[in-house]
């Protein structure tokens, strides 16, 4: 299997987002004003015209997933481990945390940033809608994601996302 360069994962990851948060409840519908750095793009609304700032990230449960787990396994079949799903759950907060102190130093912060997180892990197929809730409510740095108006998670089971902000609300 051939993994994709950076700049198709990047343009996979943002269009997916876009398809993804437009899904939401109260989603919006976004197209991209240019691709960058520092966050990844700029979007614009396309009902309101404001314009945000997206960074991409994915998370797998250890730097070894893709060579060993996504690109050399014929087996994909994912059995249940509790452990994993945490340890999993674990990455993904240190991934936030990083992605905040980065930003908070580093990013053009003339838009709202809005933090996507692609969940690229099998073991998170068992991480249902309740899951996620519980993994939302019992982390409060979620309080503590400035500058980052919101945590986008998406690639959820059964296609679910959910967007996460300073206030809980998903």
């Known amino acids: 299997m051939d993994w994709p360069n950076k700049e198709d994962r990047e343009n996979f990851e943002i269009n997916e987002f876009i398809k993804n948060f437009k899904n939401l409840p109260n989603g919006r519908e976004f197209k991209i004003i240019n691709k960058r750095e520092k966050p990844d793009f700029f979007v614009e609304d396309t009902k309101t015209n404001e314009y945000f700032g997206v960074e991409l990230t994915s998370v797998y449960k250890s730097d070894r997933s893709v060579p060993d787990e996504h690109i050399n396994s014929k087996d994909k079949n994912t059995p249940f481990n509790r452990e994993e799903i945490e340890k ?3 990455r993904i907060i240190e991934a936030i945390k990083s992605k905040v102190k980065k930003a908070q130093k580093h990013y053009d912060l003339r838009y709202p940033l809005i933090l996507s997180v692609y969940v690229n892990e099998y073991c ?14 019992n982390n409060g740095m979620f309080d503590l994601i400035e500058p980052f108006s919101g945590v986008f998670f998406w690639d959820l089971a059964n296609g679910d996302a959910l967007l996460v902000t300073p206030n809980k609300k998903v």
């Open 88 to 90: 999993y759950k674990e």
């Open 124 to 137: 998170s197929i068992f991480m249902n809608r309740n899951e996620w809730q519980s993994f939302v409510d």
